[in-house]
C-alpha cells in the first residue's frame, strides 16, 4: 500500500526513516550527535503504525521537563479527536500510555540530553510516539488481550499514518504555543479531563511495588497525587515511567530517558 508522505507546517522539518530503525532511537542518536535539533519530526516509513519522535529544545530544566511528555499526549489526543468518528474516545492512563474505547493503543516517550546549557537546560529533548493502526503478525492478535487494542478494531479503519502524523503535528505545535503562552496549567486541565479512572480507586505498579488508592489528580508537575488512607501520596512521573525498550549505546552516559 503506498500512501503519500505526510506534510509538516512550516517549523517542522520531515524526516522519513526506515524499518528496523526506530524514529525515536534515531532522533536520540542524531541530535546528540548535532544531526538534528529543533523542529526535526522523524517518522517511520510504514502503514501498521505511526511512530514517530521529535527533536526540541525548550528552555526548562529538572522536574518541568516532563511537561512536554504530557503535552505530547494532549496534542495526540485532539488530534485522534479531530479526524476519528465522533463514537471513539481517547483516553490517558498515567503516566505514558494512550488508551482509545478503553484499551491501550499507544505510548509516548521522552528522552534528553544529559548535558545542559548554564541555566541547566538540556541540549535536545526527544518527545516519540508510538501507536499501532493496524497491528501485524508480529503483535498479539487482536481479542486475545482485551486491554490492548489497535485504531483498525477501534473503528477507524479509514485513517492512515499520513493523516494521523499530519494531525498530530498541527496539534503538537498548537499545544506548544498554548504551553508557551500559559505554562503547564491548559495541558494539566486537558489532560485530568481525559484521564482514565480520575477520582476513581486504583490499583497500579509503581517503581516495582503494588500501590492502590484514590486517584486524586496530578500535581503542578504531572506527579499522581494518591490518597492513602489519611494521607496522600505524590508518586513520581520519574519513577513510573517504562524503561526505554532499546540500549541507546552510541549516547550511553549522555542522556536521560525513560
Known sequence: MHLPDPTFPP???????????????????????????AGDFLWAKRADRVDCAIVLEPEISGARLYEMLFTAMVAFGDALGAIAPPEVAVTYLWPQTIRVNGAAAGTVRIAWSARGDEAGAPIWLVIGLDCWIRRTHDARDPGLNLDETDLFEEGCGELDRTQIIESFA????????????????????????????????????????????????????????????????QLRVAEALAPEEVLLADVDGAMQTS
Not at 542518536?29 to 544531526?35: F, I, L, P
Not at 503562552?181 to 503494588?210: M, N, S, T
Not at 492502590?212 to 490518597?227: I, P, Q, R, V, Y
Open 170 to 233: 498541527r496539534h503538537f505545535l498548537s499545544w506548544i504555543d498554548t504551553w508557551d503562552a500559559d505554562g503547564f496549567a491548559a495541558v494539566h486541565r486537558d489532560w485530568l479531563g481525559r484521564a482514565d479512572r480520575h477520582k476513581e480507586h486504583i490499583a497500579l505498579d509503581y517503581a516495582g511495588k503494588p500501590v492502590e488508592g484514590l486517584f486524586l489528580g496530578l500535581d503542578d508537575a504531572g506527579n499522581m497525587l494518591l490518597k492513602t488512607g489519611d494521607s496522600v501520596a
Open 11 to 37: 517549523l517542522f522539518t520531515g524526516h522519513p526513516v526506515k524499518a528496523p530503525d526506530r524514529p525515536f532511537k534515531r532522533a536520540c542518536r542524531g541530535a546528540e550527535a548535532g544531526a538534528f535539533g
